[in-house]
């Protein structure tokens, strides 16, 4: 939730905050603001309710000189959005700014405290309740800002990434996190401050991921210092990272959700190269090569997620029993984490998070490693926090995911769910040698399918057209498909805002059916499987009631085409690895019906890419 940028250094900051804003902006879009100061010790703090682009049209025209400032834009969790709630918050004499994304738990009793003393608020936000801590304690004690972040830090509970700059101090920011996501980006005599790495990528690729209580202090032409809230030195070495500016553009798609439908054949072999062996169908990854010992001799795995993650973890446990023999359980990580889950270390859990920053799947993570369990990560994001905190992992290597609604990660995370269930099963020997090596050689077919799947795209957009007076629908899907229909259904209700549910086909006679009439949509996952007759079978339920149904098949179906309204054929592939072409034209069915009913596919309201607070 919500983005934070920041710079300093001889080049003018507005610009670059602006252009950082919008990269960071599918995490927060409710409001945005800027605060830059000048070299003759101005602070000019901007505003606007709304996008990055209100922002712009408030400063135009006003003076945005300076080469120092921080921006943010925002993904409302304290006061509602408004240009009032909006950061930069400044301290009540206006010398001091600071943007924030998390949530600060006892702002309630610090605020009261600050009233007393005779602190006005503006707002209605956590946030505003810090900066006037930060000022209070530093007039208190006669401190500089470092020591008054310090200090301040140490009373708030909650998460927090926050950026502060002194009018009077023009030539330096204070940076800190806690349980959300900080990177400091190192040019050359400029430091870069984000949420995460996309806002740096054209300036460079040297950065520093700060961890939990670590404050930076980014002072123009010196060297970066990171010290903890006690103030001890945390030296860090400098990653670079592997991103460059062509993976954030929209390349001539009219929106980044469809340009990420489409990169899935490329991201997927993105996701396999140098862990398939097409010649002799087999699979390599490191993480098994380190840990063989420990993953394979786990009693049970227990994979942790939210979201479009979650239903990923449904596909991976289905994998992992069928290949491994190995009982899995896939929970919610906001579930998790606030129950006493029996867990011991004979477990492997394994994280999910496209972000590597989901603060629930962050706080399932280390509960599981107090209770000893060894924890596998899946992410998208090179040094993230979960990729941090957990014992090994895997990347799935897609490329930054700028649509909020997630595609090309989901796709990511069920092949690397297969290629880690598919070697696990061939080292315990749980799998058939030749079902092993018939899978592998399929999975390395899959990006070419998904690319046939992509030319049905215009009749999909042409037919999708009937849809947008839809009000509800329903999914169907059995088996491996039951996961697709629960990520179909959610596709569609983040960015076309239509109440959508996905169903195991099977249980829509207890009590879904009693919906199905002539309005009712319902999108059938029905592919070649051993559960096929009894989909059929569903379907006929459906249309003896007049439902409308759209139904995914496997290429050369007649049955199901005869009785669907609409049918989308897929190439045959092996039933496990089915959900990596099914999921696709529901991708499509979702985006297209948004785009008929004039909705921001890639900002849908309400949401945010990066779930950074609870």
């Given at each position: 939730m919500c983005g934070?940028?920041?710079?300093?250094?001889?080049?003018?900051a507005y610009p670059i905050l602006i252009d950082g804003l919008k990269r960071l902006e599918y995490r927060g879009y409710d409001s945005a603001g800027v605060a830059l100061v000048s070299g003759s010790h101005r602070l000019n703090v901007y505003k606007s309710a709304g996008k990055?682009?209100?922002?712009?049209?408030?400063?135009?025209?006003?003076?945005?000189?300076?080469?120092?400032?921080?921006?943010?834009?925002?993904?409302?969790?304290?006061?509602?959005?408004?240009?009032?709630?909006?950061?930069?918050?400044?301290?009540?004499?206006?010398?001091?700014?600071?943007?924030?994304?998390?949530?600060?738990?006892?702002?309630?009793?610090?605020?009261?405290?600050?009233?007393?003393?005779?602190?006005?608020?503006?707002?209605?936000?956590?946030?505003?309740?810090?900066?006037?801590?930060?000022?209070?304690?530093?007039?208190?004690?006669?401190?500089?800002?470092?020591?008054?972040?310090?200090?301040?830090?140490?009373?708030?509970?909650?998460?927090?990434?926050?950026?502060?700059?002194?009018?009077?101090?023009?030539?330096?920011?204070?940076?800190?996190?806690?349980?959300?996501?900080?990177?400091?980006?190192?040019?050359?005599?400029?430091?870069?401050?984000?949420?995460?790495?996309?806002?740096?990528?054209?300036?460079?690729?040297?950065?520093?991921?700060?961890?939990?209580?670590?404050i930076a202090v980014l002072h123009a032409g010196m060297p970066l210092r990171i010290v903890n809230l006690n103030n001890v030195e945390c030296p860090h070495e400098a990653q670079t990272i592997a991103m460059n500016i062509g993976q954030l553009e929209k390349n001539g798609y009219p929106h980044f959700m469809l340009k990420e439908i489409y990169d899935q054949p490329d991201c997927i072999g993105d996701c396999m190269r140098g862990r398939i062996n097409p010649d002799a169908n087999t699979v390599t990854l490191s993480a098994v090569s380190n840990f063989k010992e420990r993953l394979v001799g786990a009693h049970r795995f227990i994979i942790v997620a939210c979201g479009t993650s979650w239903h990923a973890g449904l596909i991976g446990k289905q994998l992992i029993e069928t290949f491994c023999r190995v009982p899995v359980e896939v929970e919610y990580a906001s579930e998790f984490r606030y129950r006493n889950p029996v867990i011991g270390p004979e477990d492997v859990v394994i994280a999910i998070s496209q972000s590597g920053e989901t603060a629930d799947t962050l706080a399932a993570v280390e509960l599981a490693k107090e209770k000893g369990a060894f924890i596998y990560g899946i992410c998208n994001a090179v040094g993230s926090s979960i990729a941090r905190a957990t014992d090994t992992g895997s990347y799935i290597h897609v490329g930054p995911e700028i649509g909020v609604a997630s595609t090309k990660a989901f796709t990511g995370q069920v092949t690397v769910l297969a290629l880690l269930a598919l070697l696990l099963g061939k080292e315990k020997g749980t799998v058939a040698e030749d079902e092993y090596h018939r899978a592998v050689s399929e999975l390395a077919n899959i990006p070419d399918k998904m690319r046939e799947v992509l030319k049905q795209d215009a009749f999909i957009a042409d037919f999708s057209k009937m849809f947008t007076y839809a009000r509800n629908f329903i999914y169907l899907g059995r088996g491996y498909a039951y996961p697709v229909a629960l990520e179909g259904a959610l596709k569609l209700k983040e960015i076309s805002y239509?109440?959508?549910?996905?169903?195991?086909?099977?249980?829509?006679?207890?009590?879904?059916?009693?919906?199905?009439?002539?309005?009712?949509?319902?999108?059938?996952?029905?592919?070649?499987?051993?559960?096929?007759?009894?989909?059929?079978?569903?379907?006929?339920?459906?249309?003896?009631?007049?439902?409308?149904?759209?139904?995914?098949?496997?290429?050369?179906?007649?049955?199901?085409?005869?009785?669907?309204?609409?049918?989308?054929?897929?190439?045959?592939?092996?039933?496990?690895?089915?959900?990596?072409?099914?999921?696709?034209?529901?991708?499509?069915?979702?985006?297209?019906?948004?785009?008929?009913?004039?909705?921001?596919?890639?900002?849908?309201?309400?949401?945010?890419?990066?779930?950074?607070?609870?």
């Amino acid at each position: 939730m919500c983005g934070i940028v920041g710079y300093i250094g001889s080049r003018q900051a507005y610009p670059i905050l602006i252009d950082g804003l919008k990269r960071l902006e599918y995490r927060g879009y409710d409001s945005a603001g800027v605060a830059l100061v000048s070299g003759s010790h101005r602070l000019n703090v901007y505003k606007s309710a709304g996008k990055v682009a209100d922002l712009e049209r408030v400063a135009e025209k006003q003076d945005v000189s300076g080469c120092a400032g921080i921006a943010h834009t925002r993904w409302a969790t304290h006061g509602e959005p408004c240009t009032t709630n909006a950061h930069p918050h400044c301290s009540s004499d206006g010398r001091l700014a600071l943007v924030h994304n998390g949530i600060i738990e006892n702002y309630a009793p610090l605020k009261e405290k600050l009233v007393a003393q005779g602190y006005i608020f503006k707002s209605s936000t956590d946030t505003e309740v810090l900066v006037q801590l930060i000022d209070y304690l530093q007039k208190q004690g006669n401190l500089d800002l470092l020591a008054a972040v310090q200090l301040a830090l140490r009373e708030v509970v909650g998460a927090y990434a926050i950026a502060v700059i002194d009018r009077s101090r023009p030539d330096e920011i204070i940076a800190a996190r806690k349980s959300s996501p900080l990177v400091v980006g190192i040019g050359e005599n400029e430091f870069f401050l984000a949420s995460d790495a996309t806002p740096m990528v054209a300036y460079t690729n040297k950065v520093v991921y700060l961890e939990d209580e670590e404050i930076a202090v980014l002072h123009a032409g010196m060297p970066l210092r990171i010290v903890n809230l006690n103030n001890v030195e945390c030296p860090h070495e400098a990653q670079t990272i592997a991103m460059n500016i062509g993976q954030l553009e929209k390349n001539g798609y009219p929106h980044f959700m469809l340009k990420e439908i489409y990169d899935q054949p490329d991201c997927i072999g993105d996701c396999m190269r140098g862990r398939i062996n097409p010649d002799a169908n087999t699979v390599t990854l490191s993480a098994v090569s380190n840990f063989k010992e420990r993953l394979v001799g786990a009693h049970r795995f227990i994979i942790v997620a939210c979201g479009t993650s979650w239903h990923a973890g449904l596909i991976g446990k289905q994998l992992i029993e069928t290949f491994c023999r190995v009982p899995v359980e896939v929970e919610y990580a906001s579930e998790f984490r606030y129950r006493n889950p029996v867990i011991g270390p004979e477990d492997v859990v394994i994280a999910i998070s496209q972000s590597g920053e989901t603060a629930d799947t962050l706080a399932a993570v280390e509960l599981a490693k107090e209770k000893g369990a060894f924890i596998y990560g899946i992410c998208n994001a090179v040094g993230s926090s979960i990729a941090r905190a957990t014992d090994t992992g895997s990347y799935i290597h897609v490329g930054p995911e700028i649509g909020v609604a997630s595609t090309k990660a989901f796709t990511g995370q069920v092949t690397v769910l297969a290629l880690l269930a598919l070697l696990l099963g061939k080292e315990k020997g749980t799998v058939a040698e030749d079902e092993y090596h018939r899978a592998v050689s399929e999975l390395a077919n899959i990006p070419d399918k998904m690319r046939e799947v992509l030319k049905q795209d215009a009749f999909i957009a042409d037919f999708s057209k009937m849809f947008t007076y839809a009000r509800n629908f329903i999914y169907l899907g059995r088996g491996y498909a039951y996961p697709v229909a629960l990520e179909g259904a959610l596709k569609l209700k983040e960015i076309s805002y239509i109440h959508a549910e996905g169903y195991p086909a099977a249980e829509m006679k207890h009590g879904p059916i009693a919906l199905i009439d002539a309005e009712m949509p319902v999108v059938v996952i029905a592919t070649q499987s051993t559960l096929y007759e009894k989909v059929l079978s569903n379907i006929q339920e459906i249309k003896a009631r007049k439902g409308r149904v759209v139904a995914v098949v496997t290429e050369g179906d007649t049955v199901i085409k005869k009785l669907a309204d609409y049918s989308i054929e897929l190439p045959a592939t092996e039933e496990c690895l089915s959900p990596l072409v099914a999921s696709i034209p529901l991708q499509l069915l979702a985006y297209h019906i948004a785009v008929c009913r004039g909705m921001d596919v890639d900002q849908p309201r309400n949401l945010a890419k990066s779930v950074t607070v609870e």
